[in-house]
Nanobody, 121 residues
Framework: QVQLVESGGGLVQAGGSLRLSCAAS????????LGWFRQAPGKAREFVAG????????RYVDSVKGRFTISRENAKNTVYLQMTSLKPEDTAVYYC??????????????WGQGTQVTVSS
């Protein structure tokens, strides 16, 4: 079993930055792929960024490429999402996710509770 706890959300003005963190606990969690998803009001949950267990491979949704960076620190069982140049359309609840696969799938097995990110114009 894997538990995921997100932190770092909040209110920021357009153009600003935030860093989300996700602390993972559970046996062998450092061998899991990790990722971030988001769900805006009235919209389906969407993939944002993913990172392999070794951090050797990352991928992003096109809308955040060049603005968001995913990273992980296996010694701390933590994954981060550095978000810069934030836009109002980035407003959503952001979820951390994990799975026992090389790359995070579209429907991961484990989910955090989510953290709200609100970008004002």
């Amino acid at each position: 079993q894997v538990q995921l706890v997100e932190s770092g959300g909040g209110l920021v003005q357009a153009g600003g930055s935030l860093r989300l963190s996700c602390a993972a606990s559970g046996r062998l969690v450092s061998s899991y792929s990790l990722g971030w998803f988001r769900q805006a009001p009235g919209k389906a949950r969407e993939f944002v960024a993913g990172i392999s267990w070794s951090a050797g491979s990352t991928r992003y949704v096109d809308s955040v490429k060049g603005r968001f960076t995913i990273s992980r620190e296996n010694a701390k069982n933590t994954v981060y999402l550095q978000m810069t140049s934030l836009k109002p359309e980035d407003t959503a609840v952001y979820y951390c996710a994990a799975d026992r696969t090389l790359i995070i799938p579209n429907t991961p097995t484990y989910w955090g509770q989510g953290t709200q990110v609100t970008v004002s114009s």
